[in-house]
């Protein structure tokens, strides 16, 4: 009887493996761009689990860029220190004194701790930011609500570096830091950063890593997820408002990767065990995914 269980579960395991397999041919040696953070990064062992998500991606052949955020660690230690957080238009109005606390954190806190995950679990990983090798070249974001500070909006992108460290096994792990002119530090929002590696780099893929299950037409209600739209309707949630606050940079994100050559971006709820493997290597995946004008098979 022992020896029936055992090669049931065996069977079972076998079983998933070769299921997986079609899915593992499909994004080996795709470049699958990640990003990372909100609430989602706050559970210490979702975040062990995101990372070995990861490592296993890595592991059988996909190209991984992870762009991380870190607000809430942000706002933490700017109310450690005596700063109150300030927000606009879903954006942090970051003075001079903010920007050293998100500099601080993002580069030296938060991505040093997911390169030491990724290591830990068999990953060869580099934290950059967007100004090594000046791989972000910002400026300051302009906003007719009032003045965001050191705030940055994308110049330029050379993902060149980037390249160089896939090529040679690495995942490369990317703080939302741009560079000035004058090699000042601009705080870029972190969607539109992934959103800009992902077109620069022509990824397979965007996958954004967050606390909400998607968009939903009714945030109260986890039934009204919309699973699959176009462009042109995400375009539409944000102008008649039901895409708002927070939301809006990373539906915006989307809509400009996919119309930039990425072929799909997805939104999926990282407090969800292994999200990561669960929407790659299965058929019907979970949270909304973003597709070009028309092209959308379940638009609902």
Not at 167 to 180: E, M
Not at 195 to 218: H, T, W, Y
Request: with cysteine.
């Amino acid at each position: 009887m022992d020896k029936l269980i055992a090669e049931g579960l065996n069977n079972g395991r076998v079983g998933t493996l070769v299921e997986a397999l079609p899915y593992i041919r499909r994004w080996s040696n795709k470049t699958v761009v990640v990003k990372y953070g909100g609430a989602a990064m706050k559970d210490p062992q979702l975040q062990r689990n995101v990372m070995q998500d990861l490592v296993l991606l890595h592991y059988v052949g996909v190209r991984i860029v992870l762009v991380h955020g870190g607000g809430p660690k942000i706002s933490q230690m700017m109310e450690q220190l005596g700063h109150e957080p300030k927000f606009v238009g879903g954006l942090r109005v970051t003075d001079e004194a903010t920007m050293e606390i998100a500099q601080m954190v993002l580069v030296g806190s938060v991505g040093q701790e997911l390169v030491s995950l990724l290591n830990e679990f068999g990953g060869r990983a580099v934290g950059l930011s967007g100004k090594d090798a000046r791989l972000i070249a910002a400026s300051k974001k302009e906003c007719a609500d009032g003045d965001l500070g050191f705030v940055g909006e994308i110049e330029s992108i050379d993902t060149r570096l980037i390249d160089v460290l896939n090529d040679a096994g690495y995942i490369v792990v990317l703080s939302p830091i741009g560079s000035g002119e004058a090699c000042e530090s601009y705080n870029i929002n972190a969607d539109t950063v992934a959103c800009a590696v992902a077109m620069q780099m022509r990824a397979e893929k965007l996958v954004v890593l967050s606390d909400v299950p998607g968009v939903m037409i009714d945030v109260n209600d986890p039934a009204s997820l919309i699973s699959e739209m176009d462009t042109a309707h995400a375009r539409e949630l944000i102008e008649d408002g039901t895409v708002s606050g927070g939301m809006i940079p990373k539906v915006q994100a989307a809509i400009d990767a996919i119309e930039s050559g990425v072929n799909s971006v997805h939104m999926i709820d990282g407090r969800i065990q292994h999200s990561l493997l669960v929407e790659l290597f299965t058929e019907g995946g979970i949270g909304t995914m973003i597709v070009a004008e028309g092209e959308a098979d379940n638009d609902q």
